[in-house]
């Protein structure tokens, strides 16, 4: 990067490993050295990971009995431990955020540029009866105050970034809803060297996603027990104790799995079925990459990164009746797909498409930035 500014990284916090940390991975091999500022960590999950040879800084939270494990319940906490980063030391800030990560505090003379996975759902965008599974009907009142709270905080902090980029355009459009701050858009990476088609495939869906309530994974099992059709469920969160539980004889929940086993079922799948409103969705585009048709339900990130009719199917309501109908539909074989033309689609968003992108992007706005500062204008 011109001039080579000394870096920091910023991240919520690092306790499992999803789409979202393999983002990080990327960003941690584009700059090369950049120390990383985060809430939480537990090490153990990062083994192997490009995260684990950096220096990782952590919070005062970090120190707290279960906030590793039940850090959801620490939030009224989190603006308060991320404006704690000493940061005086580092030129560029570069956050990764989809809580409070671009709250951290920083100089005029120093360029923060976040690069946003979603303004934190469960204040902005979650409606009051997720609020209620999450914390129980008692509580929801509190809680609904907490969040009026935090959105406060949270709209201030976003005041404070230099520079907004979005995963999705789906992202900049709530950027701007919530924030009013642009954004340019650069698409995450997805590691598409796993991913492949495989033969023969065979009768089984497939859904991939950690079991968190907006996940909406309980739909799609509720649907799978009127179709009584093959599901294979894959990742673990808090709801799978509860799901799995009760799921019929024609679903199997199998828990985290490593990528080459990920891999190995998205390459044999008859099709993958998804049911979030999702900001991006990486688990969609390494099915596609696998020659697998997605089933989706079309809002969000997904009308970004499936093709309709061409490499997957959206239903039109996030309903057990609409998710159904189109799997009826796809069963039939209303509608055929190319292999070739889905891995094609998943080629757009490579991993190597994006360190390009976003070495260029880092470096033009750091430009920019240096250029105004020596200038003494305003950025």
């Not at 209620?132 to 907490?146: C, D, I, L, P, T």
């Not at 088609?197 to 009768?203: I, Q």
Request: with cysteine; net charge positive; glycine share 6%.
């Amino acid at each position: 990067m011109a001039d080579r500014p000394r870096v920091a990284i910023v991240y919520d916090w690092l306790t499992s490993l999803g789409g979202a940390e393999r983002v990080l991975d990327a960003v941690v091999e584009l700059l090369p050295g950049a120390p990383i500022y985060t809430l939480l960590y537990r090490k153990e999950v990062f083994r192997g990971s490009l995260v684990a040879e950096r220096a990782v800084h952590t919070s005062s939270l970090d120190r707290l009995p279960l906030a590793r494990t039940h850090y959801r319940a620490f939030l009224p906490l989190m603006p308060w431990a991320i404006e704690r980063f000493d940061l005086r030391d580092y030129d560029l800030i570069l956050s990764l955020s989809h809580a409070v990560a671009h709250g951290v505090l920083h100089r005029p003379d120093q360029l923060h540029i976040s690069y946003t996975s979603t303004p934190a759902r469960y204040a902005w965008s979650q409606p009051e009866t997720a609020l209620r599974e999450r914390v129980g009907r008692g509580r929801a009142f509190a809680a609904s105050w907490a969040l009026h709270y935090f959105r406060l905080w949270d709209l201030s902090a976003a005041q404070r970034v230099d520079r907004f980029v979005a995963i999705s355009h789906w992202v900049r459009r709530n950027v701007w809803r919530y924030y009013r701050r642009r954004a340019q858009v650069v698409y995450p990476p997805v590691d598409l060297a796993l991913y492949r088609p495989l033969a023969p495939r065979g009768e089984t869906y497939v859904t991939v996603s950690r079991l968190v309530p907006y996940k909406r994974v309980g739909l799609i099992t509720e649907a799978f027990a009127r179709l009584r059709l093959p599901l294979v469920v894959i990742g673990d969160g808090p709801e799978h104790r509860r799901l799995a539980e009760r799921a019929p004889p024609n679903v199997r929940f199998l828990g985290w799995q490593p990528d080459e086993a990920v891999a190995e079922l998205l390459g044999r799948a008859k099709a993958f079925v998804y049911a979030a409103e999702e900001d991006f969705g990486i688990a969609p585009v390494e099915a596609q990459a696998s020659g697998c048709p997605v089933i989706a339900f079309g809002s969000g990130g997904v009308l970004e990164t499936v093709i309709p009719e061409k490499t997957g199917m959206l239903y039109p309501e996030q309903t057990v009746e609409s998710l159904i109908a189109a799997v009826e539909r796809f069963d039939k074989g209303e509608v055929s797909f190319d292999v070739a033309e889905l891995r094609r689609n998943a080629e757009r968003f490579r991993r190597e498409s994006f360190l390009g992108e976003f070495r260029a992007l880092l470096e033009r706005e750091w430009l920019r930035f240096s250029e105004r500062n020596g200038s003494g204008a305003d950025t």
